[in-house]
């Protein structure tokens, strides 16, 4: 079956540092979403990328998603303490049913 | 406008009991989705229903079961508790399949 892998599982940067997250799909993806979940809370929604090459910006967040369709990244750029979660990532193909990543915990150290 | 509203948000049961959990989706929504997220983990698919009727499920046992009502609320079901379903459960909803799910602030369910 379709699986979505997340990587790295865990990151710790100095905060003023540069993080990046990965996500790979075993399957060509229609869309692909991306969550942030603080501690104790739940996912929230950040961003949906939908074609292929598709690079879309919010502050010091860029998402991307690859030619193919199968793997999309988040870079976060001079990391902030507000950074702290997990990061998801939630790719959809053919089922309407979307496949969680199994998140990046980024904690961010002052 | 209201979020996805769940509740319980808090509780405890033990081993062997069952739970139902309910969920309000956002007005306008028709799409409910069930997601469990045990300690440490990424979110896990369990249910999906769409204009009443369970439109796709997950790996999970017979007794994780759910239902939407006609004003697109849901309720999700597990029975014979067992330790490892203390997690967090969410619920999510949608306007229409395929379109951005909005989630819940999630039921903690504590198996003693």
């Known amino acids: 079956g379709q699986q979505v892998m997340q990587i790295p599982q865990y990151q710790h940067v100095q905060e003023g540092e540069d993080f990046t997250t990965y996500c790979n799909s075993s399957?060509?993806?229609?869309?692909i979403q991306w969550y942030k979940q603080r501690p104790g809370g739940h996912p929230v929604f950040l961003i949906q990328?939908?074609?292929?090459?598709e690079v879309k910006k919010q502050k010091r967040l860029t998402f991307q998603f690859g030619e193919a369709k199968k793997n999309s990244s988040l870079h976060i750029t001079a990391t902030q303490t507000t950074d702290v979660g997990t990061y998801f990532c939630?790719?959809?193909?053919?089922?309407?049913?979307?496949?969680f990543g199994t998140g990046t915990r980024l904690k961010v150290l002052a | 406008e209201a979020g996805v509203t769940q509740s319980p948000t808090h509780l405890i049961k033990t081993r062997g009991q069952q739970v139902t959990l309910r969920c309000s989706p956002i007005?306008?929504?028709?799409?409910v989705y069930w997601y469990q997220q045990a300690l440490g983990l990424g979110l896990q698919f369990l249910l999906w229903?769409?204009?009443?009727?369970?439109?796709n499920r997950g790996n999970f046992p017979p007794r994780f079961s759910g239902r939407q009502f006609p004003n697109y609320s849901s309720e999700l079901n597990v029975n014979a508790l067992e330790l490892e379903d203390s997690a967090l459960y969410l619920c999510?909803?949608?306007?229409?399949?395929?379109?951005?799910?909005?989630f819940g602030e999630g039921s903690w369910l504590t198996v003693v």
């Open positions: 999510a909803s949608s306007r229409q399949t395929g379109n951005t799910i909005y």
């Open positions: 399957t060509t993806l229609s869309n």
């Open positions: 990328l939908v074609k292929s090459g």
């Open positions: 939630a790719g959809r193909s053919g089922t309407y049913k979307y496949i």
């Open positions: 007005s306008g929504h028709t799409s």
């Open positions: 229903y769409d204009e009443g009727e369970e439109r």
